[in-house]
């Protein structure tokens, strides 16, 4: 039975030369490409496929997000990411969204394929580089209180953060969003109390040192 894939990612090369090396793979069949976390959510809740490749770095929706939507809204759907990120922080903040793997973008294709076919089953899958990540931070004590980025804002305060990482203003949130730019100000200044920032500079370094942001 074959295994129906959604790749998602911002970069049209890499998302073309994934879906001709997977589709070689007689088990596996790319059933769409998303270029943004948003394009991602829909494209999951529509085509339902068994596993999503998901890059975490993206525009307007970072794949964590992401992740956490289709998981909400599409059940059955797996998510695999595939990231450059090996920061502890990522690995942790992917698999709490619900996601059941994640490997890097360096790894051989044959551990991407075993990654997909293992989440695709239901089971979890962690590269190589990622369980060796984990057991050395472990052994290290990485201190408990390390915050998560996610774990004091809403969903929407998370993706309006976002939009304001990657330089939208104030009256194209609100038109995004379908809400007043008095409301944008309002959500704006409650994730400010909440992270203890006071400007929209220290928001965006904050957001671009957490990968809340397509930026780099």
């Known amino acids: 039975m074959s295994i129906s894939i959604l790749i998602a990612d911002d970069h049209a090369i890499f998302r073309e030369g994934l879906r001709s090396l997977l589709e070689k793979e007689e088990d596996l069949t790319v059933v769409g490409e998303a270029g943004n976390g948003h394009e991602?959510?829909?494209l999951a809740r529509e085509l339902h496929p068994d596993v999503v490749v998901m890059d975490l770095s993206m525009p307007d929706l970072n794949g964590i997000e992401a992740t956490r939507r289709i998981v909400s809204a599409a059940a059955g759907v797996r998510v695999l990411v595939l990231s450059m990120e090996a920061d502890r922080r990522y690995i942790v903040e992917a698999l709490e969204a619900g996601a059941l793997g994640y490997l890097l973008k360096d790894?051989?294709?044959k551990n991407l394929v075993e990654g997909i076919r293992?989440?695709?089953a239901g089971d979890s899958y962690l590269g190589p580089r990622i369980t060796d990540l984990i057991i050395r931070d472990y052994l290290q004590r990485i201190p408990d209180g390390l915050p998560l980025t996610f774990d004091c804002l809403t969903e929407r305060e998370r993706e309006l953060l976002q939009l304001i990482a990657d330089g939208r203003n104030t009256k194209?949130?609100?038109a995004d969003f379908g809400i007043s730019i008095k409301t944008v100000e309002v959500h704006r200044q409650n994730i400010m109390k909440k992270l203890n920032l006071y400007s929209i500079a220290e928001l965006t370094k904050y957001?671009?040192?957490e990968g809340l942001t397509s930026l780099r």
Request: charged share 15%; net charge neutral.
């Open 40 to 42: 991602a959510v829909g």
């Open 107 to 109: 790894a051989f294709f």
């Open 118 to 120: 293992t989440v695709a």
């Open 172 to 174: 194209e949130i609100a």
């Open 207 to 209: 957001a671009v040192r």
